[in-house]
């Protein structure tokens, strides 16, 4: 599976970005999907995250009401909406897919990783 992220960039506090992730190579919806960021001196911490398919939602309790994660599967692509954006949101987001039949929002048993694109809030 390749994962290409798009949808970063330099906004306000206060303001909107949607980030996108294009899936290839294998079936795209039979796998849940998430969202994670990790910003300087930090961890890699889980954001949101998305089952295959009834498409359950679940977030960090820091983003719940203000980001939405959504999938689309006929266009294989995840995308987060992320809405009253705050500097502490600043990191390199990164989409995951978990190829097991359990999800989990741990890091560590998702497969394939995108490269990461940069969100900057900043006035």
């Known amino acids: 599976v390749q994962l290409v992220e798009s949808g970063g960039g330099l906004v306000q506090p206060g303001g909107s970005l949607r980030l996108s992730c294009a899936a290839s190579?294998?079936?795209?919806?039979?796998?849940?999907m998430a969202w994670f960021r990790q910003a300087p001196g930090k961890e890699r911490e889980f954001v949101a995250g998305?089952?295959?398919?009834?498409?359950?939602?679940h977030y960090t309790d820091s983003v719940k009401g203000r980001f939405t994660i959504s999938r689309d599967n006929t266009k294989d692509t995840l995308y987060l909406q992320m809405n009253s954006l705050k500097p502490e949101d600043t990191a390199v987001y990164y989409c995951?897919?978990?190829?097991?039949?359990?999800?989990?929002?741990?890091?560590?048993?998702?497969?394939?990783w995108g490269q990461g694109t940069q969100v900057t809030v900043s006035s």
């Open positions: 998305i089952t295959h398919f009834y498409q359950d939602t």
């Open positions: 190579g294998r079936t795209f919806s039979s796998y849940h």
């Open positions: 995951a897919v978990l190829v097991t039949y359990t999800y989990t929002s741990d890091a560590s048993k998702y497969t394939y």
